[in-house]
């Protein structure tokens, strides 16, 4: 206890040294430090925004815009990282020796190629090979893929749309509790209901029972074409796009890796005593190998999460505005304040890597043996 306790006024001695050097050297140079340049308008644009703003806006609007759109690709990211991920490192181990060697020569090229000429390449293959708006691809006639982005319908929300979220909460809540009470009663009695079917509509008809109660509380903006580009709904722009779509494939080879070493780290026995119990090959890896997998796959796919939250700090390579475009980038450059607006950018990393590390380790936590 007494080492630990001198450890940490040392490192806080240090801390306090630096913190007073740095504010000495500020005074010397007549400035001074502090954070009131975040309340004046920050005189730049920021072409994409999922909140209100402007060139007259905030600098503090304009980190939150940043971060909003940095949390954006992160999400997305880790999403299709992780379907590309598994899908992958399962088919890696199939026995089909042209699909093994196809997934071999995706993860292999994928991970030794650096993330930033990935990104670089999706955003020229989307800029220069997609068509102009005016012979944009259809789909369906309501989204249209251009080179300047990709346009969909955008929902429109009345107030009474609450009654639909609302019940699309209580459809989830519903689902989880019923999928908890069919898996005790499967390891009580051995029968098993359809889970995902029922889950399934219980999560789509109750929001949509919700919906025609309310009276229909939402509408849609079509995109439509005037003049030289699509105007009205939402567009997904080309940036946004090559840059979820690099992270995603990059990290997924990684945890395509990681899944595979996890699947071989199982017993071939538990597959063989699937197979004498009558399973088939799918409800034994979904229901048998993979549930023991994740034991071990899950402790080296936060490292890959967090990497590829990261690895979203290079968007300024094709000009999407993160949190470093914005308050780390144009803010920094505008008001001078580099030690406030990079402590800023450190700050939001920090917690986002902690966020993910903390609800990670939970479910790693949650899904690991207990020791009796």
């Given at each position: 206890m007494i080492i630990q306790i001198m450890v940490i006024v040392i490192v806080l001695t240090l801390l306090g040294f630096f913190i007073r050097n740095t504010l000495n050297n500020?005074?010397?140079?007549?400035?001074?430090?502090?954070?009131?340049?975040?309340?004046?308008?920050?005189?730049?644009?920021?072409?994409?925004?999922?909140?209100?703003y402007n060139s007259r806006s905030t600098h503090l609007r304009a980190t939150i815009v940043g971060l909003i759109n940095t949390g954006l690709v992160a999400?997305?990211?880790?999403?299709?990282?992780?379907?590309?991920?598994?899908?992958?490192?399962?088919?890696?181990?199939?026995?089909?020796?042209?699909i093994n060697r196809i997934v071999y020569a995706f993860v292999e090229f994928s991970r030794n190629v650096p993330v930033l000429l990935w990104i670089l390449l999706w955003h020229g293959v989307m800029v220069h090979s997609l068509p102009h708006p005016k012979q944009a691809v259809t789909i369906a006639d309501v989204s249209f893929l251009t080179n300047r982005g990709f346009y969909v319908p955008k929902p429109l929300l009345e107030p009474m749309f609450w009654w639909v979220a609302v019940a699309?909460?209580?459809?989830?809540?519903?689902?989880?509790?019923?999928?908890?009470y069919s898996q005790k009663r499967q390891e009580a009695t051995g029968q098993r209901y359809p889970v995902i079917w029922i889950n399934s509509a219980v999560i789509i008809v109750l929001p949509l029972l919700a919906y025609w109660m309310a009276g229909s509380p939402a509408t849609l903006e079509m995109p439509v074409f005037k003049g030289f580009n699509f105007q009205g709904g939402l567009v997904l722009t080309p940036e946004f796009l090559a840059l979820?779509?690099?992270?995603?494939?990059?990290?997924?080879?990684?945890?395509?890796?990681?899944?595979?070493a996890g699947i071989l780290a199982v017993s071939h026995g538990q597959t063989e005593a699937a197979y004498a119990l009558g399973l088939k090959?799918?409800?034994?890896?979904?229901?048998?190998?993979?549930?023991q997998a994740l034991r071990v796959i899950v402790p080296p796919m936060i490292s890959q999460y967090l990497n590829l939250t990261k690895n979203s700090s290079l968007a300024i390579a094709v000009g999407y505005m993160d949190v470093v475009a914005t308050i780390g980038g144009i803010s920094l450059n505008q008001t001078g304040r580099a030690l406030e607006c990079m402590s800023?950018?450190?700050?939001?990393?920090?917690?986002?890597?902690?966020?993910?590390?903390?609800?990670?380790?939970?479910?790693?936590?949650k899904i690991s043996l207990v020791e009796r």
């Open positions: 500020l005074e010397l140079l007549g400035r001074e430090a502090g954070y009131g340049f975040l309340f004046t308008p920050s005189n730049y644009d920021i072409n994409q925004h999922l909140i209100e999400i997305c990211g880790i999403v299709l990282a992780t379907i590309i991920g598994f899908v992958a490192g399962v088919l890696r181990l199939s026995s089909n020796f042209l699309l909460v209580i459809g989830i809540a519903g689902a989880a509790m019923f999928a908890r979820t779509l690099a992270l995603a494939v990059y990290t997924g080879a990684f945890i395509a890796e990681i899944v595979r090959s799918n409800w034994t890896m979904r229901l048998v190998i993979l549930p800023i950018v450190l700050s939001i990393y920090l917690c986002i890597s902690l966020l993910i590390s903390a609800f990670m380790n939970w479910y790693n936590k």
